[in-house]
Each structure stands twice: as structure tokens, then as C-alpha cells.
């Protein structure tokens, strides 16, 4: 049996602490938007609805448009400009 690397140990185990804290951020901003902001239940969950939709026909689409861009492939990764423009935007 090949013993596994380190680096892909900790690199598989850094999902599930950031699928917590992920899940405690949906967790606080609907408990934000309903307690605070006095939003409907029905209206966070509809927004929580198509928020999911749309980022489910949007990541796709975005993968691969990510995965056939060839520029600056060879020395900076294929992702790069993508990375590099969604910082600057986002």
C-alpha cells in the first residue's frame, strides 16, 4: 500500500473546518436578516433558493470557461487570470 503525503493529508482535511465555518455564516446571516433586518423566513429562504439555483448553473458555466483559457497557461497556471480578476473585482 503507498503511503500517503502529508501535503495531500492536510490538503483533503482543510475541507471539512471550512465547510463548518461555512455553514455557521449561513447560519448567523439568516439569523441576521430575520431577527435584525425583520425579513420574512419565507423571504430568506426564497432568496437562499434562488441564490443556490442560479450558483448552480453559474460554477459550471465558470469551470469551463476556466478550463479552456489559454493564456498565461504555461507560467502562471491556467487560472490565474481568473483568480487575478475576480480579486480585483470582488
Request: glycine share 8%; no cysteine; net charge positive.
Amino acid at each position: 500500500m503507498r503511503e500517503i503525503p502529508t501535503k495531500k493529508i492536510l490538503g483533503f482535511s482543510l475541507q471539512q473546518p471550512m465547510g463548518a465555518l461555512l455553514f455557521m455564516m449561513w447560519g448567523n446571516l439568516q439569523f441576521y436578516a430575520t431577527s435584525v433586518l425583520f425579513i420574512p423566513p419565507f423571504v430568506v429562504t426564497l432568496i437562499f433558493l434562488v441564490y443556490s439555483l442560479v450558483d448552480a448553473f453559474n460554477d459550471p458555466m465558470i469551470g469551463y470557461f476556466t478550463d479552456r483559457s489559454k493564456k498565461f497557461t504555461a507560467r502562471f497556471g491556467k487560472r490565474f487570470l481568473w483568480i487575478a480578476v475576480g480579486g480585483s473585482v470582488g
